[in-house]
């Protein structure tokens, strides 16, 4: 038996995922902290699946913290059937190790994407409110538009400012028009 624990933020906890899966019997439980919107940049969650062997199974406290896509959940457990293994959800105890249990699966992974799908909306419709009220600055920008105006200033190219500052040629052009603006 092997764990999996995933948090979308730093901001929350792995302490009760880890521990119900120790509880379960997981005595290799592997945790990051990452959106399960997609399976992009799960480095721990691809680990795992190249660990696991015929007979293993993959334990998770919820299956939303397997993924929060009905595609991704859907292929992970085509992936653990082809390997011979299979996944446990620990909170509405389900498996598929049975047809049975492939079918619940399939219906918490749709009842997954669904929940994701109204998190985006709230979180548009917050964003909108807050826009109407004056308060929404969007992100803080996270490129110093005084470095890239040197730099261009220096005659430096702008494909090379954007290699060397870790920013898209997009970003550098929209830095240098909102100078001249």
Known sequence: MIGYARVSSSSQELDIQKAKLKAAGCEIIRSETVSGASRDDRSE???VMEFLREGDELVVHRLDRLGRSTRDVLNLIHELDA??????????????AGDMGRMVITVLG???????KFIRDRQRAGIAAAKDKGVYKGRRKSVDAAAIRRLASEGVAKAKIARDLGVSRMTVYRALADAET
Do not use: F, I, P
């Not at 620990?90 to 498996?95: A, D, F, G, I, R």
């Not at 749709?110 to 994701?116: I, N, S, Y």
């Open 45 to 47: 969650l691809e680990t």
């Open 110 to 116: 749709m009842v997954a994407d669904m929940e994701l």
């Open 83 to 96: 390997k011979g293994a299979s996944l446990r959800v620990l909170e509405s105890e389900v498996t598929t």
